[in-house]
């Protein structure tokens, strides 16, 4: 599941439009999409992309290249792209995590740990913008995840352990977090749980 901070890009003069665009050109450098480029991204978006310095070209690897078979993000633009791919840390998500960091070191909890703050905080960010989940789903699937799964000794880990994903992060590995797999698992359950103990938003 993609996530796209619009709010930001739209900070950045980026329309949803551009979003598209420019990840279709930062996939050209893997696999030729000179095609689609060259039918669906128009030349003043490519000017307007240059004179911002967000895509260059490189040199041609065959004679019959085109501008389209060339044409790569440049590290402006990957840096850029990379950011409109990162959901924003929240006042509520701050809020959220004092909840849980409670809600996990309960009177059961004694060898309990929360890993790394900071990495724990983007990850409950993360995790609740990119599946869509309000402030007080995110807190009660945290709640039932941890009441029925005793193993996860530290908060980090669930929402993700790093050293079962050494190279990855979280927001492109989601499918791997435990919290993940639970929810998937038991989405039936979880939201007839919801409908119970969340009264209003």
Request: glycine share 4%.
């Amino acid at each position: 599941m993609a996530y796209f901070n619009y709010t930001f890009a739209a900070q950045k003069g980026i329309t949803p439009q551009d979003i598209t665009n420019l990840q279709l050109i930062s996939q050209n450098r893997s696999e030729d999409l000179s095609e689609y480029i060259e039918k669906y991204v128009n030349t003043a978006s490519l000017t307007n992309y240059q004179e911002k310095g967000l895509i260059e070209y490189v040199k041609p690897k065959k004679k019959s290249d085109t501008a389209y078979n060339t044409i790569r993000l440049s590290g402006k633009g990957k840096e850029l792209l990379e950011l409109i791919y990162t959901p924003n840390i929240t006042e509520g998500d701050k809020q959220l995590f004092d909840y849980l960091v409670q809600m996990y070191f309960n009177e059961d909890a004694e060898d309990r740990k929360i890993g790394n703050k900071k990495n724990t905080l983007m990850y409950i960010s993360q995790f609740r913008q990119i599946m869509g989940f309000s402030l007080h789903e995110t807190y009660y699937l945290c709640s039932l995840f941890c009441a029925e799964e005793k193993f996860t000794k530290i908060m980090e880990y669930v929402f993700f352990n790093k050293k079962d994903n050494p190279y990855g992060k979280f927001k492109d590995n989601i499918e791997s977090s435990k919290l993940h797999i639970f929810y998937e698992t038991n989405k039936e359950r979880i939201h007839e749980y919801w409908k119970r103990v969340i009264k209003e938003e």
